[in-house]
């Protein structure tokens, strides 16, 4: 059912349940329970709401510049003489000690050891009065359009609620409505919970208007961040009035609501963000509803419907059930497999909805909650945390089409740089650029958190440089490479030629650790017995480097960069100075230096598998020995209870994909619906807790099952679950050298692929486990120089 339809649905009044498409909708016959338990999620990059849809409406808004303070300098004061004595504790076997003295002398002080943490603008509250005798209640949300809505019966009259996000406008939106002339009456305050500077409610010209200012919570000459925040009431014919912080509108028949949220992040004062505000909303009320809400549903589904999949249909009505039911079915049952594709068109909705890039020099990147939350605090600071979730957030970006939705990270990487810079001088002593495992709204990189198993990490701009080689892969854009992703890599090389010491002829990483991982510490060294997670040369840091490096020289080369050229000459050497990979004596690939033993052998992080995903280096197309130990690798993890949160069992999902075991990876994206999933299927940590990038990470894992390009081939089918989805197509997902790729299969195998050349690069084909196949009806048996804007159709040689 396309968005139109829903529209004429809701121009008669409720909408009929049966009409929603679950492949589509997430919807519900009852109001959310709580915030994380099916609030539904809309954004336009900048500001999302969460709307419950209650009898009493709440929507919680959420702008990306409300942060918890302003930026802190945290740099450690004696980094430049602790480092070589750290290095020392750990070389000499002293591993407790050299993680007590990593803490103490590497890390902020107490005072500032934390970054400053994502922070919710407040609750929208609308009462309508019709608390009892509601009927054919729905809500929904469309996740392949991005607006969400409520209808209902009440008094003989239908009542809807429609709720969009534009990001050509810049602002939130809602139309409210009733089928009865004069039957809609509305009271709207917001609430918050802290920080409030200002609470009102006006009239002016027949516009209603909330005014909310609010504030980071320091005293005003520490520079706090402060936001305001109107939301303005269009309801012709109708009476509207105000109560104290209270609109009061009655009579109404139709009633438009337009949204805006500033911070003095973006604007030097008060006025300047008033200014911005009104602008945005006048423009908005000018053009009026309908105009502001077509270009933004035109906008995203843009977006969203450049790609889709059809993995076939669930069977006995299961997908015709409200979502809440449907997950609770998925908890025991893996029959309903319409909710993994309604998973996958949630996990591009909310990278849709919540990164998006203008032409203003920064916008940010969804943070570990997206661009929703509903606290003075985020969970876990609601950070852009770098040791995994904030890279998984992307992963989909780049292979379902959605690339654009990446930039924001650039954005922030841009801001995070000259931080890096110093934190690399004052902390490292060395030139270049280099983060820890967090950022916050400031780019600040010091260590935070003061965190034994993840703070000292200083690997975090060499696996987010790699979205940027990886960016230009996906779009062969060369002007990216050589102005923002060429210059990024010489300076993140440029720390680690520097900070990189001499150890067994290798140049190693060290204080470091293999994010949030611990390691018993053997017998012959001090404090043996006790568990512990910092050291020296983690393989994790080795896989890194040597993709920066790696990246480093493939960018040189396309940008036509000599050979000789001094940058390029010590990549390659640096290169042959990394230690390569080691693998075990259970045949595993080495976490650590040597072979420690795990403290806990089904450990959440996959750090030392990066290069299985979202690296290429244990391909089993490019080296069968890594593969096989990743393997190895992947497995003990998952039998000893790996895959232990919402973001840990997708990263599974991608990594038994990319070891080409499809029905692996259908059973850990299935764990995650039994597991993580809430009624909403927000993705959580621990079944309660919303953190985004298991959404992410699931449509990630789901799309590397049809389709991966990491290898140096455009492969199809590499992983498909041939029992659980034997049927079905993929369209519009996007692979390495600019290509977008349509797929089909039948009874468990390939029938057919249309591969479109966006930019004429070199096509290297490979078909499941090396099916031969027809290449526009020709035997295709070496790469093809394809044409720009050419179509490739493949079939199977022989048809079975
Ligand atoms: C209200 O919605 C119901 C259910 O969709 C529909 O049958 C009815 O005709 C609508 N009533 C009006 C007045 O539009
Ligand atoms: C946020 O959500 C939680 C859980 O649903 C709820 O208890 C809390 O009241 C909400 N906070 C706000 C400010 O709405
Ligand atoms: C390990 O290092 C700590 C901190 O420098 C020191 O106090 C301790 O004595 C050392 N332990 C051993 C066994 O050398
Ligand atoms: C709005 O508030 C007024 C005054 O408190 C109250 O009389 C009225 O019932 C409220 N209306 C709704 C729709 O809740
Ligand atoms: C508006 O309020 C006035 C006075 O209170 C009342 O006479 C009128 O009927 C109201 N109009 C509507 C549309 O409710
Ligand atoms: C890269 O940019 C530099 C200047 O910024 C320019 O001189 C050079 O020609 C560019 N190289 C390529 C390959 O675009
Ligand atoms: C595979 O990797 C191992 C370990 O790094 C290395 O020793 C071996 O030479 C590689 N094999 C190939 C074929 O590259
Ligand atoms: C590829 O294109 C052909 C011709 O237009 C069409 O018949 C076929 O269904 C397409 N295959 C896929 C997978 O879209
Ligand atoms: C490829 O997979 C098919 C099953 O889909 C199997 O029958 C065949 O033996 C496999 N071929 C190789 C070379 O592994």
Redesign the pocket.
Known sequence: MDIYRVLTLLSLGAISLAALDGSRYLWYDQPAIEWERGSLPIGNGRMGATIYGSLDEVVTINEDTIWSGPFQDRTPVNGLEALPQARELFLSGNITGGGDFVLNQLCPPASAKDQRQFSYFGNLNIAFGHLDGVENYVRWLDTRAGNSGVSYTYGGANYTREYIASFPADVLAARFQTTKPGGLSLNASISRAQYTLENVASVEDAIATLTYRGSSGQPADQSPILFSGQVRFVAVGANVTTSGSTVIITGATTVDMFVDIETNYRYPGPEELDAEIDNKLAAAIGGGYDMVRDEALADSSALLERASINIGKSPNGLADLPTDQRVLNARTSKDDVELTTLAWNLGRHMLVSSSRNTAAAIDFPTNLQGVWNNKTTAPWGGKYTININTEMNYWPAMTTNLLETQEPLFDLMALARPRGAQMARDLYGCEGTMYHHNLDVWGDTAPTDYWRSASMWPMGAAWLVQHMIEHYRFTGD??FL??TAYPYLLDVAKFFECYTFEWQGWRVTGPSLSPENTFIVPTDMASAGTGEPMDINIAMDDQLMRDVFRALLEAADE??VSDTDADVVQAREFISKIRPTQIGSLGQILEWRSEYTELEKGHRHFSHLYSLHPGSEFSSLKNETLARAAGVSVDRRRNSKGGSTGWSRTWMINLYARLFRGDDAWDAAQAWFEMFVTEGLWNTDDGATFQIDGNMGFTSGITEMFLQSHAGVLHILPALPQNAISTGWVKGLTARGNFVVDIEWEGGSFRSANVTSNMGADLTLRVENGTQVLVDGKAYDKTIHTQKGSQYQITPAISN
């Open positions: 060369r002007q050589n102005e940008l036509g």
